[in-house]
């Protein structure tokens, strides 16, 4: 697979997504599909291509960590992941660890989902509210004891920052997990989350509000949270799946939903998420464009 030119010289029409999968990870083909459909250009690659510098993360706009089962969950789900994202070494020397934050620096985005948002959250990328780039929270095992494999109603924070959830309000999503609640130890750390509006997304119950009641959300997760995102709003990390809603007909109410409204789209209601940030790259290119156009 080819890398392309840097940022400053591809096409400022054309967003590229890094779609990372080995070890366990096993939903990479429904999001790189996610964003192909979203109209990005996406490139599935085994994390160990990028460790050996066959492929790099700066010729991309939007990097991604797919939900799987990275190492089995052996150690805690996403723990061996974040790992080797925090201190493997390149073919280069170079600490892949501090290529990201080269990247993230950048004005890049990341998105991490499910067991991505657990290897965020552990690696010390997810909400990195002091800057240190150190482990704040944790994903923990559901209150329930068991694995939680169906759809979920979620509501966002209307004060969250982040392009991911541009004119996104409510949304029905399935989640597939066993360590899916947020643990927060550090009272200093939940406030920050609280008062710079970091959990974007809730879980909630049928009247839209956001809920820790059982079954609405599905693992005990603090400040009922279902997404996280940094203070930047650049990185996101989600438990449950956007890119398993991308058709309408994913939905498991789809033919009432049809009957209530036969006019409503036929794109499903997760596919949004991926619009929205290549729209947002895209814009963002275009604007720069313009602007070193006028300097010139």
Not at 80 to 108: H, M, P, T
Request: glycine content about 10%.
């Amino acid at each position: 697979m080819k890398t392309t030119n840097n940022m400053n010289s591809k096409n400022h029409a054309t967003v590229r997504a890094l779609v990372l999968t080995g070890f366990g990870i096993n939903c990479e083909h429904e999001t790189a599909a996610a964003y192909k459909l979203a109209g990005a250009e996406a490139d599935i690659v085994h994390i160990n291509e990028v460790f050996a510098c066959k492929i790099s993360i700066h010729d991309y706009d939007i990097l991604n960590f797919p939900g799987g089962f990275s190492f089995g969950d052996d150690l805690g789900s996403g723990k061996v992941l974040a790992n080797k994202i925090r201190y493997k070494r390149q073919a280069d020397g170079k600490s892949f660890f501090g290529e990201l934050k080269n990247y993230i620096s950048r004005g890049n985005f990341i998105l991490g989902i499910c067991n991505g948002f657990q290897a965020l959250v552990k690696s010390g990328l997810l909400p990195n509210i002091r800057g240190r780039f150190e482990q704040e929270v944790t994903l923990a095992a559901n209150d329930s004891g068991k694995f939680e494999d169906r759809w979920c109603r979620l509501v966002k924070n209307s004060d969250a920052k982040t392009p991911f959830l541009n004119g996104i309000e409510e949304i029905s999503l399935p989640v597939r997990h066993g360590e899916g609640k947020l643990v927060i130890s550090d009272p200093e750390i939940r406030r920050e989350i609280i008062a710079k509006s970091l959990v974007c997304l809730s879980y909630c119950g049928f009247d839209g509000k956001p809920t820790s009641e059982y079954p609405f959300n599905p693992n005990g997760s603090e400040l009922h949270a279902a997404a996280l995102t940094d203070t930047t709003g650049r990185i996101m990390g989600i438990m449950p799946h956007p890119e398993a809603f991308t058709s309408f007909y994913n939905h498991p109410d789809w033919v009432k939903m049809k009957m209530a409204n036969p006019g409503i789209s036929e794109n499903g209601r997760g596919l949004k998420l991926f619009e929205n940030i290549i729209e947002y790259v895209r814009e963002n290119a275009k604007t720069k464009g313009e602007a070193q156009s006028d300097s010139n």
